[in-house]
């Protein structure tokens, strides 16, 4: 099992399976399924309840890190998102007052530094 824990690590799960005998439905028996190298693999745990919900915590503690990783990863997209959707919303206000940003810097219109809205300056109005 120490040879799969780093397949265990990214796509380790518990499974529980039920078995058919003569009409009658029985398990549960446990599984560790895990993939390497594109395939899928399992190691047969048995019946036992108290040693599945162990490898249950086991498996938990050991993906945290990976899970921590994804986690942050979401927040860092939805982040960036924000941002965008926030600087798009802030360059519609700027173009209303006849300014534009070149990254996070506020610049005048190359056409009212070539004076073409000189007359809307002169009352105060942009």
Not at 63 to 69: G, V
Request: hydrophobic share 40%; net charge positive; charged share 30%.
């Amino acid at each position: 099992m120490l040879a799969a824990r780093r397949a265990l690590a990214e796509s380790g799960a518990l499974e529980a399976t039920w078995r058919t005998y003569r009409g009658r439905r029985l398990g549960p028996y446990f599984r560790l399924a895990y993939r390497r190298r594109g395939r899928r693999k399992w190691i047969y745990v048995g019946r036992s309840a108290e040693l599945a919900e162990r490898l249950r915590q086991l498996l938990a503690a050991l993906q945290a890190p990976a899970e921590e990783r994804r986690r942050l990863r979401r927040l860092c997209v939805a982040a960036r998102r924000a941002l965008a959707t926030q600087k798009a919303a802030w360059q519609a206000e700027l173009a209303r007052h006849g300014l534009a940003a070149k990254g996070f810097e506020v610049r005048a219109r190359q056409q009212n530094r070539n004076g073409t809205y000189r007359a809307d300056r002169t009352n105060g109005t942009h």
